[in-house]
Nanobody, 122 residues
Framework: QVQLVESGGGLVQAGGSLRLSCAAS????????MGWFRQAPGKEREFVAG????????GYADSVKGRFTISRDIARNTVYLQMNSLKPEDTAVYFC???????????????WGQGTQVTVSS
């Protein structure tokens, strides 16, 4: 079992930055692929970014490439999402997720956090 707790969301103006954190507890953090998803009101949950268990592979949604960066600190059991040049369309609840499989863009991940709200004003 893995527990995930997100933090770092908030209200920011367009063009600004935020860094989300996801603290993991439970089973060996370094054994899991970690990812970030988001869900805007009335829309389906969508993949944002992922990082492989060893940290050598990453994947991003086209809509965030060049603006968002995923990273992980194995010593702290934490994964981060640095979000720069934020746009109003980035407004959503952001979820941290973990899976024992490689990075995948669907929502069939094994563990989920409760989410943190990110609101970007224009």
């Amino acid at each position: 079992q893995v527990q995930l707790v997100e933090s770092g969301g908030g209200l920011v103006q367009a063009g600004g930055s935020l860094r989300l954190s996801c603290a993991a507890s439970g089973r060996t953090f370094s054994a899991y692929t970690m990812g970030w998803f988001r869900q805007a009101p009335g829309k389906e949950r969508e993949f944002v970014a992922g990082m492989g268990a060893l940290g050598f592979s990453t994947g991003y949604a086209d809509s965030v490439k060049g603006r968002f960066t995923i990273s992980r600190d194995i010593a702290r059991n934490t994964v981060y999402l640095q979000m720069n040049s934020l746009k109003p369309e980035d407004t959503a609840v952001y979820f941290c997720a973990a899976t024992a499989r490689p990075i995948r863009t669907d929502t069939h991940w094994d563990y989920w956090g409760q989410g943190t709200q990110v609101t970007v004003s224009s």
